[in-house]
Structures are given as C-alpha cells and as structure tokens.
C-alpha cells in the first residue's frame, strides 16, 4: 500500500517534526480510510525523499506492507480489490505562487470523466476559484503542466495545486515643469502595478519614482493624497508629478563607513567615502537606499548580509533636515539552518528517528580546514546500544562549507 501525505506547515523545521511523526505513527498502524468500511493492518515498509512544494510544504510517500482488509465485524477480506472507481484528491491553493491561502478536499469519481468528452476540472468538481481574491486571475492548476486532464493522472499526482496571478493594473502619470511662465507638461508614462506590489509600499513615490525626470535644481511634488488604493489611484489617473525650481539648493556632505563582521562577530572597517546629498533630492517616497550605496563594499553575498545601518532600516523615509554626518554600514554574516535527519535501519527501509536543525555562520578558517565536527554536527546524536555508529548518507558530497548549507538537509 502507498500512501501520500500533503504536509502544510507554517516554516521548514515544522514540516519535518510533522514528518517524524507520521514516521513513527506508521511503523505499526491501523489505517481506515472516509470512503471505505474497512481497516487496514499496516507496517512501515520504507519512504522515498520528501517533495517540497513551498516553504513547509511538502509531499511525502509511505510504501506500507498490509496482507489484509477487515471490516468492524472483524471478517477478514483480501487487499487486492484492484483499482477503485474514485479517490479523495487534496486540491491546495496559493497566491503568486509561493502563499499558501486555502485548501480542500475533493472526491473524483471516474464516471466524471466517461460522461464527458472534454472535462475540465471545474466540471469534475474542483472549484479552481474557490479562495480567489478580487484583485486576482482565475485559478490555474500549475502542477498539471502539458499532462491530459484525466483519472489516472490526476490520482498520479496526489495533489492539486491551484495558483491565482495577481491581476495588472496600471496608471498614467504625466509630469509637469515650471518654465518660469508657467507649469508645462514635458512627458507622460504608464506605470504597470499588482495589488501585491501596492500592499508592500508604505507611500506612493514608491510607484512613482519622481527623481527618475527631475531637473537638476529642482523640487517635486506628486500630486495625488489618495494612499495606496488600487481603485483610488485607478480612479485619479493621470496623476501628476510637479516640478518646481529652487534657487538656493542645500547640500549635505555625508561620511559612510563600510565594515564588515569578522570570525569573532566583532566589525572591521572596509572603507570609509563621503557622500553629498542636495535637497532636492529628497522627495516624497526617498529612502536610504535611494540615497546611499549600501552594498558597494559588500563581501562575498553568500556568507554576508546586505549592508544596513543599525538606527534605521534600509528602505526607511529620508527627511532631509533630520540626516546625520555620517553613519556605518555594516555587513553581517549569514546565520544559515541546516537539518540534520537523523534514521535508524539499513538504507531504503530506514526510519526516520529525529530531526535537529543546527544554525551555521561562515569561517574564514573553513577555507583551510573544514569538517563536519568543526561545524557542530553530532552523527551519534540519537545512538542508543542496539545500532552502530552514525554514518552520514552520501558523505562525499559534502567536504566544503557551501557544499552543507547548498544541501540543506543532511
């Protein structure tokens, strides 16, 4: 008997706690099904590797030895009933792709598919917009591909996963420049948005990047109070952009120090640039990052962080009067979760036992001298007297530092 388990949890280390269990529940189990009278007497006869769907999704695969069915009167039947004319698939809904935001159960019935000539999977009972938001496209089935929508296909797949894309929208924006007789309109563009982009702004001069056409001595001013509204700003469109001339333009002379954390967690300073920052660059909408070059001294993007300033975050509002003299930039290193499984048995009939995330930071000494024990992993962890040492699955792939953190799970 093989049995597909969808596991929906909220982050990687839950998922595989969930799993662990699952693979205790079914060393030894009892099995009965909604649709069927009958139960099942099983043993765990052995998993495959778990498919990750999604952040704490996943699919995973029990092969379960079971010689029999009995009914609750304890008749003994046999198991091989051969095919059945229906099955319970799990259908699981996400939005752009990667958020999770609903699920359900359907029951598909084989004479679905024999009484119709072109069946769809609404017409089979798969409503694909049952979690559809307004400001998003009618379900997609994105894991059916090419593949013919059929019985045997669907039950191959063991679940459904239903994806809803983010409906374009867009607004016109026309920008205007003080001539000195007057405002006189000097261009016009169409800026595409999603209602998912607009959620993540916090101020319209993120749609509208107002210093992209400004003259040099120059203000701006969008001309539009109506917040990040997808209907508002569908209904203001065109939305203008002023610009207006300033004779006395002020300028700030700004010191960044780059640093970057060392083996002992403490900082050392890369470089150290001045930068200048004229009023009228700041407009409604500019942030540190617009302002300052926060990853110019970055080291290697593997092992480090983007940079950040520790009083404020990178993508903060800049008010020009409020901006310090100078500020660092630091560098942090990644702190990265690798999960160690750990299984009892003899390869493909193991058992998962326990799963052990360790958090890892890179070291300059790694480059020289790596081993699995420098990096703080326990292969006897779960040992206990009836089996041998620990030995780590297909050890050859993993004599580097960035060979461990590329794998995730050892």
């Not at 983010?166 to 607004?171: A, G, L, M, T």
């Amino acid at each position: 008997m093989t049995l597909t388990f969808l596991v929906l949890e909220p982050d990687e280390q839950e998922a595989f706690l969930k799993m662990s269990q699952l693979t205790q529940m079914l060393k030894k189990a009892t099995i009965k099904f909604d649709d069927l009278d009958f139960q099942f007497d099983v043993v765990f006869n052995g998993t495959n590797k778990p498919s990750r769907l999604k952040n704490g999704n996943f699919l995973i695969t029990y092969d379960l030895a079971s010689g029999y069915a009995r009914s609750l009167d304890r008749e003994v039947y046999t198991t091989d009933i051969g095919a059945t004319s229906t099955f319970r698939l799990n259908v699981v809904y996400y939005q752009n792709g990667n958020i999770f935001v609903g699920q359900d159960t359907v029951l598909i019935r084989s004479v679905s598919f024999s009484e119709q000539e072109t069946p769809t999977l609404s017409s089979i009972g798969i409503d694909v917009d049952k979690f559809k938001d307004e400001h998003y496209k009618s379900g997609v089935a994105s894991n059916l591909g090419l593949m013919e929508l059929t019985y045997d296909n669907l039950q191959s797949l063991g679940v459904l996963i239903i994806n809803y894309e983010p409906i374009q929208y867009s607004v016109e924006v026309r920008y205007i420049i003080d001539s000195g007789s007057g405002y006189q309109q000097s261009l016009q563009e169409t800026i595409p948005f999603t209602y998912p982009q607009i959620q993540a702004m916090r101020s319209v001069g993120e749609l509208i990047k107002v210093n992209n056409y400004r003259p040099e001595g120059y203000s701006a001013k969008i001309l539009y109070n109506q917040g990040l509204i997808v209907e508002n700003l569908l209904a203001a469109s065109p939305i203008f952009v002023q610009y207006t001339h300033i004779d006395d333009d002020r300028i700030k002379n700004i010191t960044l120090t780059y640093r970057n954390e060392n083996d002992n967690g403490e900082y050392d300073i890369i470089e150290s640039v001045l930068v200048s920052v004229p009023e009228t660059r700041i407009v409604e909408g500019t942030t540190f990052e617009d302002i300052f070059n926060f990853d110019a001294w970055r080291p290697t993007p593997e092992y480090y962080h983007p940079g950040y300033i520790d009083s404020h975050n990178r993508t903060d509002f800049v008010n020009y009067d409020e901006l310090e003299t100078s500020y660092y930039i630091d560098y942090r290193r990644i702190e990265y979760v690798v999960y160690i499984e750990y299984y009892a048995g003899t390869y493909p009939n193991w058992y998962r036992l326990a799963t052990s995330p360790i958090l890892l930071k890179y070291n300059s000494s790694y480059e020289e001298d790596f081993s699995l024990e420098n990096i703080g992993i326990d292969l006897d962890k779960y040992l206990t007297g009836n089996y041998q040492n620990g030995v780590l699955y297909n050890a050859g792939l993993y004599h580097t530092f960035d060979s461990v953190i590329e794998a995730g799970a050892l």
